[in-house]
């Protein structure tokens, strides 16, 4: 085998990559985890810090095998980063100890400028306040903090309002008296889940819609009205179950959300066949 050939062709491809504009390098990586991104570095100088300027690093322990592995990860890898989202929650351990930890990671964010972390997170931080009491803020370069729910279950429908203890909002905040501060209730989230169901929904009935177009012209065109009629059956069935679907999750949506969609949904309405 030519390995010397080998090298050159990964060399040529590394190059080629190295020379994509930013923007298209940070749509690449969107794709992927966090964890993954920034195992991208080692590509080549270019790639080295690319992963630093994406639009929002998102650290989520979904991305890990365990909470101990993305803290570890998070204390070699926070320094300078500026845009940051960090979301923990379903500790199962020594709840005090992980706290420690957590706040450990979060001393080393004093060049964070945009800060978005779980409520969950937060809460882990309220319930062991002695952490944090004799920690000053280290966000001295804070712009924008932002607090939102991970778990919007069903469960917490009553919950309309999100808060945090005083002392966590001081020690996330004291540092940066000018921050702006958004606390995201569960209706927001649950609203922006539901808008996004619909969306996927729609474009899956959109699918069925063409498929029973092109079912409907093909065995037109080839005679087979007993196909027809069977082909016709159960995906007029799949669409009428879609519809009822969408129109469960619109009518959990907010009548303005629910608006903008209103009129997507009458569209794909229209071709559907009756299930008479």
């Known amino acids: 085998m030519d390995h010397g050939h080998g090298e050159i062709r990964t060399n040529i491809e590394v190059d080629k990559l190295s020379n994509l504009p930013d923007d298209l390098i940070h749509k690449i990586l ?8 920034i195992r991208t570095s080692v590509l080549s100088s270019r ?13 989520s322990t979904d991305d890990f095998y365990s909470l101990h592995e993305l803290l570890e990860f998070l204390s070699t890898e926070l320094l300078h980063l500026e845009n940051v989202d960090i979301c923990i929650y379903r500790i199962f351990e020594d709840e005090v100890a992980y706290t420690r930890k957590i706040v450990d990671v979060l001393q080393q964010l004093h060049s964070v400028k945009f800060l978005t972390l779980n409520l969950e997170l937060v809460k882990l931080l309220s319930f062991s306040v002695e952490v944090i009491s004799c920690q000053p803020s280290p966000f001295v370069n804070l712009k924008g903090l932002k607090i939102y729910p991970v778990d919007v279950t069903p469960e917490e429908h009553t919950q309309t309002k999100v808060t945090m203890s005083t002392e966590v909002k001081n020690y996330l905040l004291d540092g940066s ?4 501060f958004t606390m995201v209730s569960h209706e927001e989230i649950r609203a922006v889940k539901n808008d996004a169901s619909a969306r996927n929904l729609m474009r899956e009935l959109q699918v069925l819609v063409d498929e029973w177009k092109g079912n409907n012209e093909a065995n037109t065109q080839m005679n087979r009205e007993d196909l027809e009629v069977e082909n016709g059956y159960r995906n007029t069935r799949c669409m009428i ?9 619109l009518a959990k949506l907010p009548a303005l959300q629910r608006a903008k969609l209103q009129e997507k949904f009458s569209a794909l309405c229209k071709p559907v066949p009756s299930s008479n």
């Open 241 to 249: 179950l879609m519809l009822r679907k969408i129109e469960g999750v």
């Open 30 to 37: 969107a794709f992927i985890s966090i964890k993954h991104a």
């Open 177 to 180: 008296r000018g921050a702006t």
């Open 47 to 59: 790639w080295k810090y690319i992963w630093t300027s994406l639009p929002c690093l998102n650290f």
